[in-house]
T-cell receptor, first 113, second 112 residues
């Protein structure tokens, strides 16, 4: 079955440290991939997307993600965490010919002062 | 921000009553979606629409119906609310079937 897997329901990093949130997908063809962020009591906001072309994608708030076909991954990174990055992050994908987004379970990012 | 509003933003209702949630967009996007979000379950698709009067079921459609009579409005109806339908409901829109989705602010529904 098609799926999107986010490793770690909670990730804790110190302020100023590297942020790495992992996302893997299962699909026979390269999917369209997205990262969203959700702050408490708010809707989801698009961080970045990959459809075709350059595999390193830059998004808002200093985040970027790299599509690696050989690893079926689309990990989200930020060089230096800020307290304002504390939120829940969701990876999602359109896979094969399906028009429904497949969602990961989400990762809560905790920033330690 | 994409022009998406949801109403009401909060609602408390009793078991067995019908409830209708409204999603309104000003972007003229073809696709509209209803999701529910529950702790431990992430986002789950209830129904979606790919045009006026064109709708299809998602993974958790039992107990829900939808209607779309205009491009800008997508209604979600709980025919007879149950406590298991207590959740946060999000509407989303997208320009086509494989483009990014933009989300509304959500409706928090409590069924007592």
């Amino acid at each position: 079955a098609q799926s999107v897997t986010q490793l770690g329901s909670h990730v804790s990093v110190s302020e100023g440290a590297l942020v790495l949130l992992r996302c893997n997908y299962s699909s026979s063809v390269p999917p369209y991939l997205f990262w969203y962020v959700q702050y408490p009591n708010q809707g989801l906001q698009l961080l970045l997307k990959y459809t075709t072309g350059a595999t390193l994608v830059k998004g808002i708030n200093g985040f970027e993600a790299e599509f690696k076909k050989s690893e079926t991954s689309f990990h989200l990174t930020k060089p230096s965490a800020h307290m304002s990055d504390a939120a829940e992050y969701f990876c999602a994908a359109y896979m094969d010919s399906n028009y429904q987004l497949i969602w990961g379970a989400g990762t809560k990012l905790i920033i330690k002062p | 921000d994409a022009g998406i509003t949801q109403s009401p933003r909060h609602k408390v209702t009793e078991t067995g009553t019908p409830v209708t949630l409204r999603c309104h967009q000003t972007e003229n996007h073809r696709y509209m979606y209803w999701y529910r979000q529950d702790p431990g379950h992430g986002l789950r698709l209830i129904h979606y629409s790919y045009g006026v009067k064109d709708t299809d079921k998602g993974e958790v459609s039992d107990g829900y119906s939808v209607s779309r009579s205009k491009t800008e409005d997508f209604l979600l109806t709980l025919e007879s609310a149950t406590s298991s339908q207590t959740s946060v409901y999000f509407c989303a829109i997208s320009e086509n079937g494989r483009s990014e989705q933009y989300f509304g602010p959500g409706t928090r529904l409590t069924v007592t």
